[in-house]
């Protein structure tokens, strides 16, 4: 419908990719001048960094508009991944990368005078997310994107990130994380799609002119959503699909009332309170806790993506019960699942489809990911609180509830007990909505995210559900990485290497090439050129820490890393008890077994939520063992250990590259999978783990010479919590020694430490002291086979060969085929 006259002028001065570096320096001379307003006379990096970026962002959104009118046009099934959080860290190194411009930016800014390096420094990381589970949903996307798929992220657009962490005298200190200081280059605000959300009011029904019972639900708060929108680019294709994020602004209509009666301040500010809604990341990793700010953040977000997603859909007129042909609609963990009882809602009361076939529409639109069988993890809102904010909705779900305990009881006539187990509603003082529950009941399957995880749902916390709806709907899908980021962006060197040996960079996209290396594993030269970018990757990561702790470190040293978010189930306890056991052998030893003994340096990492006291003591004792042992003369080389403040992915990226032997040592059957152990293989380093998670497909994947496992498997873990609860189990010996030395003053105040060590000599529910024998042994293990160059490079590199299958882009093929029933497009 536009004339082909218009339509000349437009394709002639459309934006076009970069033919080469010089149209990348007009584009970044450009921003400087009109979009910063500068000059080459007062250019610093940070603006560099902005108009570089600037530059970048205009190409892809000409690749984000081309792929949207795509996807249109083909009008064919989309998947909406919905998360509170996507821990994207930056994004210039990734559009350049994922783009292809990665050389042309380099030497345009080198002309410029400017050093690339600097200029992605200036980034500050999106961080929005705490661990884990948010870290995964950016792999996802990039994906998503990356194999063609259409699809879109929905998400909160806060103010304030993960919180920042210091230490000050060996606590940990948070600070807000504001990082939209300085504009965003990489999102686009479309103030022009504002959606009204409501909270609290009241319901009411009435019979229509029809006779039919009509619901409605009026009369509460209203605040609007404002998205903006982030190009997700997909490497090496033209796919760029979009992350949506929420942001909560007042209504256009503030409170009349006060305004008229003269109380104009309040009213502005009463209106200003809307927007704290998207202002602040919860900080907790695994852990629940049952704030009305959180619940009102997760409808808010809830209801602004699936008005969109229905308004989409709408556009398209089609019959509702096509809904789900057309919309997928993934939910990361139980955060979103308000959109369930939110599509019945929309269908039933203001669409006018009859109950069953709303909810035959809702259920078939639905997945669900569960990522923890931790019960502290899992939600459950009070009813009271929930009936006053979303009261038209906890209707809904006791709807929901009532069909199907009918269900349940009609297939299970004679389990009175059943009932009360799965129902959505628990019984206690006050009750309680199990998210989970509801999440299962709305979802058409059910995945847990590794192979261990997946079959502990299903004996464990959903046992029921799979009594009721048959094995089938339960499955897995186990977690992947985005080779881009954390092989190319954070190892380029050895991304190289494999290149040189693969035959190309298609590995990238399709990892199973990495079997390509294979045949090197005991190659010399390539061993050699192995062991050399993974110095180069440890200097790196010394010069890091000679900044920020300021210590040289010895790059021969055998690291050590274990960097994650700080939880007793994780065992940072378990780790820093070792590295004191060996602290107090080296005092030990004579000057023949010391030049015997191999070198090590020790390196933590991670935040712990802001109110978790156990995790923030065991925090202050690794900095207080650091103190002590690196200062002490006795010991030298031998040992070193680290705190690594404010772990984020950038660190991870300088971290993970360098890391001989990183530990994921959680009790068995606690860590649902674990994606930093993938990243640390992938990057030539070795696990020393449990037999937990996603370790153990790893170990399968990699062969189990090249990795160190010890500890109790999962189907003892109950037994041994049982032993302790009821009878006297003795404390390690070892671990003993460990204890007394703290008790002494080892490592300062003992007083400090008393109620994490008795964690472990009273309950010890995470079983430290039953796993620490064979914790040591593995790490003796480690020390020996370290020295023996060959055997550990030769592992190495045949570990990376065979991580083919960890490739986020994987995990995504399988969503796509048997949860989602979705497509790839392609661009041409
Ligand atoms: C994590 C799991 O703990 C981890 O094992 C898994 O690899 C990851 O999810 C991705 O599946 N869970 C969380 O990060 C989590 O529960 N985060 C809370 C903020 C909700």
Same mark, same amino acid.
């Given at each position: 419908?536009?004339?082909?006259?218009?339509?000349?002028?437009?394709?002639?001065?459309?934006?076009?990719?970069?033919?080469?570096?010089?149209?990348?320096?007009?584009?970044?001379?450009?921003?400087?001048?009109?979009?910063? @307003?500068?000059?080459?006379?007062?250019?610093?990096?940070?603006?560099a960094?902005?108009?570089?970026?600037?530059?970048?962002?205009?190409?892809?959104?000409? *690749?984000?508009?081309k792929?949207?009118?795509?996807h249109?046009?083909?009008?064919?099934?989309?998947?909406?991944?919905?998360?509170?959080?996507?821990l994207?860290?930056?994004?210039?190194?990734?559009?350049?990368?994922?783009?292809?411009?990665?050389?042309?930016?380099?030497?345009?800014?080198?002309?410029?005078?400017?050093?690339?390096?600097?200029?992605?420094?200036?980034?500050?990381?999106?961080?929005?997310?705490?661990?884990g589970?948010?870290?995964? *949903?950016?792999?996802?996307?990039?994906?998503i994107?990356?194999?063609?798929y259409?699809?879109?992220?929905?998400?909160?657009?806060?103010?304030?990130?993960?919180?920042? !962490?210091?230490?000050?005298?060996?606590?940990?200190?948070?600070?807000?994380?504001?990082?939209?200081?300085?504009?965003?280059?990489?999102?686009?605000?479309?103030?022009?799609?504002?959606?009204?959300?409501?909270?609290?009011?009241?319901?009411?029904?009435?019979?229509?002119?029809?006779?039919?019972?009509?619901?409605?639900?009026?009369g509460?708060?209203?605040?609007? @959503?404002? @998205?903006?929108?982030?190009?997700?680019?997909?490497?090496?294709?033209?796919?760029?699909?979009?992350?949506?994020?929420?942001?909560s602004?007042?209504?256009?209509?503030?409170?009349?009332? +006060?305004?008229?009666?003269?109380?104009?301040?309040?009213?502005?500010?009463?209106s200003?309170?809307?927007?704290?809604?998207?202002?602040?990341?919860?900080?907790?990793?695994?852990?629940?806790s049952?704030?009305?700010?959180?619940?009102?953040?997760?409808?808010?977000?809830?209801?602004?993506?699936?008005?969109?997603?229905?308004?989409?859909?709408? +556009?398209?007129?089609?019959?509702?019960?096509?809904?789900?042909?057309?919309?997928?609609?993934?939910?990361?963990?139980?955060?979103?699942?308000?959109?369930?009882?939110?599509?019945?809602?929309?269908?039933?009361?203001?669409?006018g489809?009859?109950?069953d076939?709303?909810?035959?529409?809702?259920?078939?639109?639905?997945?669900?990911?569960?990522?923890?069988?931790?019960?502290?993890?899992l939600?459950?809102?009070?009813?009271?609180?929930?009936?006053?904010?979303?009261?038209?909705?906890?209707?809904?779900?006791?709807?929901?509830?009532?069909?199907?305990l009918?269900? %349940?009881?009609?297939?299970?006539?004679?389990?009175r007990?059943?009932l009360?187990? /799965?129902?959505?509603?628990?019984?206690?003082?006050p !009750?309680?909505?199990?998210?989970?529950?509801?999440?299962?009941?709305?979802?058409?399957?059910?995945?847990?995210?590794a192979?261990?995880?997946?079959?502990?749902?299903?004996?464990?916390i959903?046992?029921?559900?799979?009594?009721?709806?048959?094995?089938?709907?339960?499955?897995?899908?186990?977690?992947g990485?985005?080779?881009?980021?954390?092989?190319?962006?954070?190892n380029? +060197?050895?991304?190289?290497?494999?290149?040189?040996?693969?035959?190309?960079?298609?590995?990238?996209?399709?990892l199973?090439l990495?079997?390509?290396?294979?045949?090197?594993?005991?190659d010399?030269?390539?061993?050699?050129?192995?062991?050399?970018?993974?110095?180069?990757?440890?200097?790196?990561?010394?010069?890091?820490?000679?900044?920020?702790?300021?210590?040289?470190v010895?790059?021969?040293?055998?690291?050590?890393?274990?960097?994650?978010?700080?939880?007793?189930?994780?065992?940072?306890?378990?780790?820093?008890?070792?590295?004191?056991?060996?602290?107090?052998s080296?005092?030990?030893?004579?000057?023949?077994?010391?030049?015997?003994?191999?070198?090590?340096?020790?390196?933590?990492?991670?935040?712990?939520?802001?109110?978790?006291?156990?995790? +923030?003591?065991?925090?202050?004792?690794?900095? @207080? /063992?650091?103190?002590?042992?690196?200062?002490?003369?006795?010991?030298?080389?031998?040992?070193?250990?680290f705190?690594?403040?404010?772990?984020?992915?950038?660190?991870a990226?300088i971290?993970?590259?360098?890391?001989?032997?990183?530990?994921h040592?959680?009790?068995?059957?606690?860590?649902?999978?674990?994606?930093?152990?993938?990243?640390?293989?992938?990057?030539?380093?070795?696990?020393?783990?449990?037999?937990?998670?996603a370790?153990?497909?790893?170990?399968?994947?990699?062969?189990?010479?090249n990795?160190?496992?010890?500890?109790?498997?999962?189907?003892?873990v109950?037994?041994?919590?049982?032993?302790?609860?009821?009878?006297?189990?003795?404390?390690?010996?070892?671990l003993?020694?460990?204890?007394?030395?703290?008790?002494i003053?080892?490592?300062?105040?003992?007083?400090?430490?008393?109620?994490?060590?008795?964690?472990?000599?009273?309950?010890?529910?995470?079983?430290?002291?039953?796993?620490?024998?064979?914790?040591?042994? *593995?790490?003796?293990? %480690?020390?020996q086979?370290?020295?023996?160059?060959?055997?550990?490079?030769?592992?190495s590199?045949?570990? /990376?060969?065979?991580?083919?299958?960890?490739?986020?882009d994987?995990?995504?093929?399988?969503?796509?085929?048997?949860?989602?029933n979705?497509?790839?497009?392609?661009?041409?």
């Amino acid at each position: 419908s536009i004339p082909s006259e218009s339509r000349q002028v437009w394709q002639k001065f459309g934006v076009k990719e970069f033919g080469g570096k010089e149209e990348f320096q007009q584009e970044f001379i450009r921003h400087v001048e009109t979009t910063l @307003a500068r000059s080459m006379y007062n250019c610093d990096d940070l603006a560099a960094y902005q108009a570089a970026s600037q530059a970048i962002r205009d190409r892809l959104i000409v *690749a984000w508009n081309k792929t949207q009118q795509k996807h249109t046009t083909k009008d064919r099934k989309r998947v909406y991944y919905l998360s509170l959080e996507f821990l994207m860290g930056r994004a210039m190194d990734n559009a350049m990368l994922n783009a292809g411009i990665k050389d042309i930016t380099k030497s345009g800014v080198a002309d410029l005078g400017f050093k690339i390096e600097d200029l992605l420094e200036q980034e500050p990381d999106a961080a929005l997310g705490n661990g884990g589970l948010g870290r995964l *949903a950016a792999c996802f996307i990039d994906s998503i994107a990356s194999t063609n798929y259409p699809g879109w992220g929905y998400g909160l657009r806060y103010q304030y990130g993960i919180f920042k !962490q210091r230490i000050v005298d060996g606590y940990q200190v948070e600070s807000p994380d504001y990082w939209l200081t300085f504009s965003n280059p990489w999102e686009i605000p479309r103030y022009e799609i504002q959606i009204d959300i409501m909270f609290y009011g009241y319901t009411r029904k009435y019979t229509n002119d029809d006779g039919k019972v009509v619901h409605v639900w009026e009369g509460g708060e209203q605040v609007q @959503a404002v @998205a903006y929108d982030v190009p997700v680019p997909g490497y090496g294709t033209e796919t760029t699909n979009n992350l949506r994020l929420w942001a909560s602004k007042p209504t256009r209509e503030f409170d009349f009332e +006060k305004f008229n009666a003269g109380d104009y301040e309040s009213s502005v500010r009463e209106s200003q309170k809307a927007e704290t809604i998207s202002a602040v990341l919860y900080p907790n990793d695994n852990f629940y806790s049952g704030k009305e700010l959180r619940l009102k953040q997760q409808y808010f977000w809830v209801a602004a993506s699936l008005n969109d997603i229905v308004r989409r859909f709408k +556009k398209t007129h089609r019959p509702w019960k096509e809904f789900p042909d057309q919309v997928a609609i993934q939910l990361n963990d139980t955060h979103p699942t308000l959109a369930v009882v939110e599509l019945q809602r929309i269908l039933i009361d203001m669409e006018g489809v009859e109950w069953d076939a709303a909810w035959n529409i809702v259920t078939n639109t639905f997945g669900y990911t569960n990522h923890t069988v931790l019960p502290e993890a899992l939600e459950k809102w009070p009813v009271p609180l929930f009936t006053n904010l979303l009261p038209r909705h906890m209707e809904i779900i006791y709807e929901i509830n009532l069909f199907f305990l009918q269900k %349940v009881e009609k297939m299970f006539p004679k389990e009175r007990d059943l009932l009360g187990r /799965v129902s959505i509603i628990e019984e206690s003082s006050p !009750q309680q909505v199990r998210m989970a529950y509801l999440a299962i009941i709305g979802s058409h399957k059910v995945n847990g995210v590794a192979e261990l995880h997946s079959e502990l749902i299903k004996t464990t916390i959903f046992k029921d559900f799979v009594t009721i709806y048959g094995p089938d709907k339960f499955m897995n899908v186990t977690n992947g990485i985005t080779p881009r980021r954390w092989l190319h962006q954070a190892n380029p +060197k050895l991304c190289d290497l494999i290149a040189s040996k693969v035959g190309s960079y298609d590995f990238l996209k399709d990892l199973n090439l990495l079997k390509k290396i294979e045949p090197f594993a005991h190659d010399p030269k390539f061993q050699d050129e192995w062991v050399t970018i993974k110095k180069f990757n440890k200097a790196r990561l010394a010069a890091h820490i000679k900044q920020s702790n300021g210590y040289d470190v010895n790059v021969n040293a055998l690291f050590d890393v274990q960097v994650k978010r700080i939880h007793e189930y994780k065992r940072q306890q378990m780790n820093i008890f070792g590295v004191i056991h060996r602290y107090l052998s080296i005092k030990a030893m004579t000057e023949e077994e010391k030049k015997e003994a191999t070198p090590r340096v020790c390196i933590f990492g991670g935040k712990s939520a802001p109110g978790y006291y156990m995790a +923030k003591t065991i925090i202050k004792l690794i900095n @207080a /063992v650091s103190e002590v042992v690196n200062a002490d003369t006795d010991v030298g080389d031998l040992l070193k250990v680290f705190f690594i403040a404010d772990y984020n992915v950038s660190k991870a990226e300088i971290i993970v590259p360098a890391s001989d032997i990183s530990q994921h040592i959680s009790t068995a059957g606690t860590e649902a999978s674990g994606t930093s152990n993938m990243k640390f293989v992938l990057n030539g380093g070795l696990i020393l783990g449990t037999v937990d998670g996603a370790n153990i497909e790893i170990t399968r994947e990699v062969g189990e010479n090249n990795i160190f496992l010890f500890g109790h498997l999962a189907e003892s873990v109950e037994d041994l919590r049982h032993k302790h609860r009821f009878s006297d189990v003795p404390l390690d010996p070892n671990l003993e020694k460990v204890f007394n030395a703290i008790e002494i003053g080892t490592f300062g105040d003992p007083n400090i430490y008393v109620s994490l060590i008795s964690s472990v000599t009273g309950s010890d529910y995470y079983l430290v002291s039953d796993d620490f024998q064979s914790y040591l042994d *593995a790490q003796k293990l %480690v020390d020996q086979d370290f020295k023996n160059k060959d055997t550990w490079v030769s592992r190495s590199i045949t570990a /990376v060969a065979n991580m083919g299958f960890f490739s986020s882009d994987r995990a995504i093929d399988e969503y796509a085929e048997s949860i989602w029933n979705i497509e790839p497009i392609a661009m041409d």
